[in-house]
């Protein structure tokens, strides 16, 4: 097993925090009261260096309202005389209103439009204490990328107050995670230096005065930590407000679950496999002349899976040879690979099938839970271990397999898997049942995994299982669903991989937490290796293009 370090990423990253523009300085603070909310949420403040989903405010499209006071003095007033101040906003959420001592300054601000600069007349404010209102809602999936920015700035301070921090690497393996917090200003400050780990619990947390520049360069070493991921936020505030924050890995390949082995999981999934082999496929295959070009042929591969189900694929064939190397792409949840010429015809040695499980894409005909406003995939009879979706999606898989293998095209021992997200745990289970018949598997942040440690890393989903608990009027229990949820853990495969496997992970995801990857990650019994990216986006298309690189690489060996 190996490690990757981006080349591309120098030693020593260097995060900097700046207040405002030079001569700069910025009113609002990072952190803001919670005075109401449309659901009850633990916290009592906001802190917009960390994402919604962490701070239990995702789904909560009623919205809530925070509030925050700050100061402007009589010589701050004269000296800004005759001039607006600047309000930049950048936020994960729609703002209806933004309030400044009762005048109403912004309104309907929709979330990720982009960096908005507004100017705000001088005659809201008032010498002393000031109070702002920030009316939001519609909190979106944050996915990577979790900062918010709220700043008002004002020119009245001849200073610039910046903070960096500047970790060795983002990747500590065998070696104790430290980093330096910088702040360079004259001017009095308060610094907060704050750790956390995936769990939302505080592990490090250090705070001084900051009166002269040479105060303001703090070490941090975090001794003992257990491995996993952990983000480091620095807060300055006291004259100008700022915040920052950057995420580490420590050790990620040695992270391990609780979870005890589920008893007859085995069993379940046999039983299931049984079900699917007394199923006559029918498979069928119609080439498609929109989608062949080059040098490959385009098709639809249809067969018959468990439940009745039709599932279809987009298969692409390299023109006149057999036995080929076959890539299957399993879909992320909402994939409905509508964009497969884009990918299609990259490589004219290597046959491709984009498959759609049942409820995605050309797949959506017998089972289609989300016409209509129904559900999503995972809430689906998400209580019932015979009718949960992923019970069938996970031999839509094995059928695909099934497929490949019989059909002349294809060379049976070249037979590689991918996928990101929700496909990335179908890539995972496929691995593991089909009991050898996979060379190599690429996955991106699982979704299905380690559900024990996924609903702590993310209570926001335990809010969404009450809401497919709603959906059918509250007839099942939260532990119905859990139940189930164990049994479609791929964690409990993940043992059972003997494949080659490449994992591609992020510093951070909200919807799909890398400690998940790595746990199961850890399990596996065969060569593999992975790269952390410091982009914490999970959205980047090119991780997709990483991990088919590696695949045909290893089906061309």
Known sequence: MKHIFLKKTLNLLVITLISAAATAQNFFPIRWKIISSEKPIEADSIDFNRSWQSQGLCNLSGGAVFAANFNVNKKQLKTLAGKDLTLTLNMQCQIDSLVINHSKVVENIAGQAGRKLINVPLSVFVAGENHTLIYARQFTRTAGEGSNICQLEGNVSTSETEIEIAPKNHLFVDAVPEFTVKCNSPVKQNLEIAVFNEFNQKVYFHQQK????????????????????????AYLTGGDEAGATQWIAYNPEHITCTSQPVEGYDDYWQKAIEELDLIDPYYSMHKIDSLSSGEKDGFVVEFQSIGEVTIRAYLFLPRNRKENPVILHLPNVNEDFSNVMKYAHRYPDIAEMFLCVRGHGISCGEFDPRKNGGLDIWGYECFDMQKNAYRGIYMDCLRAVDFITQDYHFDNKRIAVSGSGQGGSLALATAALCKGRIAAIAYFNPFLCDIEHFLKTRPIYRIKIDSFLEYYNNTHTFDEVIKVQHFTDVLQMAGKIG??????????????????????????????????HLNRSSLNATYSEEMIKYLVNELQK
């Open 210 to 233: 900051i009166k002269k520049p040479a105060e303001g360069v703090v070490p941090v070493k975090l001794d003992g930590l257990a491995p996993g991921f952990y983000q480091c936020c």
């Open 499 to 532: 494949c080659r496997t490449f994992f591609v992970s992020t510093l951070f995801d909200d919807d799909c937490p890398p400690h998940a990857g790595f746990a199961a990650f850890s399990l596996i019994n065969a060569p593999k290796e992975y790269v952390i």
